[in-house]
Nanobody, 114 residues
Framework: VQLVEFGGGLVQPGGSLKLSCVVS????????MTWYRQAPGKERELVAL???????RYQDSVKGRFTISRDNAKNTQYLQMNSLKWDDTAVYYC?????????WGQGTQVTVSS
């Protein structure tokens, strides 16, 4: 099983980015999918999660700005990030529960800067 993230980059404050995470080489059911982030000098923190049925949870600081979604047919989860702020700068990681195991992506850098 491999998780690969796409969509990171440099964006100005107030801008938007959409991250994608594809789960490949898996024939097991993919359950909860999650986005985490880790800023320099800080611990990794949960940003948002989505269950297989579509229930979602968000960190308070991103509520109303970020939207997590998934396409079960494509084994893919997304994170639409709007109204980005300086402190959203971090490496963003996706995680997926596949069968009975957890897997992580390699991370994608999101930098919010003018």
């Amino acid at each position: 099983v491999q998780l690969v993230e796409f969509g990171g980059g440099l964006v100005q404050p107030g801008g938007s980015l959409k991250l994608s995470c594809v789960v490949s080489e898996s024939e097991d059911i993919i359950y909860t999918m999650t986005w985490y982030r880790q800023a320099p000098g800080k611990e990794r923190e949960l940003v948002a999660l989505i269950t297989r049925g579509g229930d979602t949870r968000y960190q308070d600081s991103v509520k109303g700005r970020f939207t997590i979604s998934r396409d079960n047919a494509k084994n893919t989860q997304y994170l639409q990030m709007n109204s980005l702020k300086w402190d959203d700068t971090a490496v963003y990681y996706c995680k997926a529960v596949v069968g009975t195991m957890e897997y992580w992506g390699q991370g994608t850098q999101v930098t919010v800067s003018s």
